[in-house]
């Protein structure tokens, strides 16, 4: 080639660049990322070219990013391929202005500007959007090749000059416009480096400082990291964030091509399972801490790293949404997800057990959302019981079925010591116990899966076992009325009109004087409606039955005033034994417990002044 051509590019919308600013201005840092990766990549092209051919110069290969504040000038220069004239007038001119016309005809009137960096390669383009001026100077690593420089100022025209350059390699000078000194700062450029570019396999240095990590854990051999390298990757990825449970490493290489090491972090809050901490890479490149994508809602409690050398570098959210191979890898993770929760579960259950308050979250939300995550998952949710230990719905069923009549009882964890507790454990009945509003969606979705389980919240009806049916038959007074007859009508007397049923049984023990009854459907319905919400307790109470224990001695005293001297002192007995009941089932809001202390301290201090 001649020592100096010139050129313009042959576009028809005039001011491409200032589109470009336009529109991909809040993504500017971007361009360091493309810069710097097209660097890795020219070394990345001369070592393999090392395999089979011999060049002039050493190999100790890097990235130099250095600035001149006075000037406005910053610097990317790498000692790799290089280039030749006729490559950069093929690779600079015909592909970096490439499209700019379909671009500007697009683009200059879209709002979605993931879109335009989806769809429009930024690349070495990408320079501009913070530049006035880039001019690359390069020699090709081939013998007796001339260096070149190429130049162009913000707009469609280039000069390509020829130069004396010693050594191989690419050198790109970005003259800074107004808006972008910001990059004239070491401290910003090794933060943008230690984002994008950490995981090069290349030494990057910004004036003389190395900045970046070079080789990502993930593409090492599972088989040659110690429990100690993950712990530590971990914590460089992740600080400040204590140590993960354990983890999952990714390695694929067919039907697609995947890597990555996905870490379950321990929870301290239930909402902390919206959280995404997975970071998504192309060939070592960060692309985005949204990987949502990718990953089905259900792990995004996850944390960790993806790469994917298939996914174009500038991905957009609507690529990931349509891209068949995005739902392919999706799937695998899923799986490999499943396979390792499994194989903890049957080789080392107390482990698993030990781990489920921080997994549980996930794997119930997963077995509701995702039918695949079901069917491998449905036999290991596990539910801690009310004998203090832990067990598969199954297992509870196969011990349970008989003596339980078929039925599967269950209760809040925070109701081990209610009175339905002791009132089932009384008769040798245990239950699983719930801990999370997403139970109600589970224990629906597990009925239906299994026709044949019909759970039972111990607070919404007795167990006929701890009923006494066995009990003599009442005798009738003058007026032909039960005694059972006469509890209830001093109850209904006694109680709000509206809400609230009354029924009278004889249990089996005389130490409860009564219980609150919540309809199941009703309760499930509240707490799936509510589940991240307090529970609605006037809407649980819209409908409910306090069952009054007819053996109970506090009834027999109830009934005994109601039907002698001080029939008042009876109601109000049986009101207390109402609110009682109320309070044992957690259903009295503030004002009601004030409302219940104010009755029950006038109540005794009627019997006390009397």
Request: hydrophobic share 35%; proline share 3%; glycine share 4%.
């Amino acid at each position: 080639m001649s020592k100096e051509e010139t050129g313009k590019i042959s576009v028809e919308t005039e001011n491409i660049f200032p589109i470009i600013k336009k529109w991909l201005y809040s993504e500017k840092d971007i361009f360091l990322r493309e810069l710097v990766s097209n660097a890795s990549d020219a070394i990345t092209k001369l070592k393999k070219i090392s395999l089979s051919e011999e060049f002039d110069g050493g190999t100790d290969y890097k990235i130099n990013l250095d600035f001149d504040v006075d000037k406005r000038i910053l610097t990317i220069e790498d000692n790799g391929i290089g280039m030749t004239g006729e490559e950069v007038k093929k690779y600079i001119n015909q592909i970096a202005f490439s499209g700019a016309t379909d671009f500007a005809k697009q683009y200059q009137n879209s709002e979605n500007k993931a879109e335009i960096i989806g769809h429009f390669g930024l690349g070495f383009y990408s320079s501009f959007m913070v530049s006035k001026k880039v001019t690359i100077e390069t020699k090709s690593y081939k013998k007796g090749e001339t260096a070149v420089m190429w130049s162009s100022e913000s707009g469609t025209d280039f000069t390509i000059t020829t130069i004396e350059k010693e050594n191989r390699g690419t050198k790109i000078s970005l003259y800074l416009d107004n808006e972008s000194g910001e990059y004239l700062d070491k401290w910003k450029l090794k933060e943008l480096i230690k984002k994008y570019c950490d995981f090069l396999p290349v030494a990057i240095f910004v004036q003389g400082e190395k900045a970046n990590r070079e080789k990502p854990l993930w593409s090492d051999e599972p088989s040659k990291i110690t429990a100690d390298d993950y712990k530590d990757f971990y914590s460089y990825l992740f600080p400040f964030s204590g140590e993960s449970l354990f983890h999952i490493h990714l390695n694929v290489d067919y039907p697609f091509r995947l890597q990555g090491i996905l870490y379950f972090p321990k929870l301290t809050h239930e909402l902390e399972a919206s959280k995404n901490g997975i970071k998504l890479f192309c060939n070592h490149v960060f692309v985005s801490d949204n990987a949502s994508e990718l990953i089905p809602q259900f792990l995004t409690i996850l944390k960790g790293t993806i790469d994917i050398p298939d996914l174009p570098l500038n991905v957009s959210r609507s690529y990931l949404q349509n891209d068949p191979l995005v739902k392919k890898i999706s799937n695998h993770i899923i799986k490999k997800v499943a396979d390792r929760l499994i194989d903890d579960f049957k080789k080392n259950r107390t482990k698993y057990e030990e781990n489920w308050n921080d997994i549980s979250i996930f794997v119930k939300y997963g077995v509701l959302t995702d039918e695949k995550f079901y069917d491998a998952m449905k036999d290991h949710i596990i539910f801690k019981n009310s004998e203090n230990s832990f067990s598969t719905v199954a297992e509870y069923w196969d011990k349970n079925k008989e003596k339980n009549q078929n039925k599967i009882f269950y209760a809040n964890e925070t109701e081990m010591g209610s009175v339905y507790m002791e009132l089932l454990k009384s008769q040798g009945l245990e239950a699983l116990l719930v801990d999370s509003k997403i139970d109600s969606h589970l224990i629906q979705h597990l009925e239906t899966k299994n026709p044949d389980w019909k759970f039972q919240r111990v607070d919404s009806e007795l167990a006929d076992q701890v009923l006494d049916k066995d009990s003599k038959s009442e005798l009738v007074n003058e007026a032909n009325e039960t005694e059972s007859s006469r509890i209830m009508k001093m109850f209904q007397s006694a109680l709000p009109t509206e809400g609230v049923q009354v029924k009278v049984e004889s249990l089996k023990s005389v130490e409860v004087p009564g219980v609150i009854l919540l309809p199941e459907f009703m309760r499930r319905m509240t707490e799936m409606n509510s589940m991240f919400n307090r529970e609605d307790t006037k809407s649980l109470l819209k409908s409910h039955t306090l069952m009054v224990n007819s053996k109970s001695p506090l009834v027999k005293s109830a009934l005994q005033a109601f039907e002698g001297v001080n029939p008042e002192k009876g109601k109000k007995l049986a009101r207390v034994i109402y609110d009682l009941s109320l309070l044992s089932a957690k259903v009295m809001d503030e004002k009601e417990v004030s409302e219940y202390t104010k009755r029950t301290t006038e109540f005794l201090q009627e019997i006390f002044s009397s």
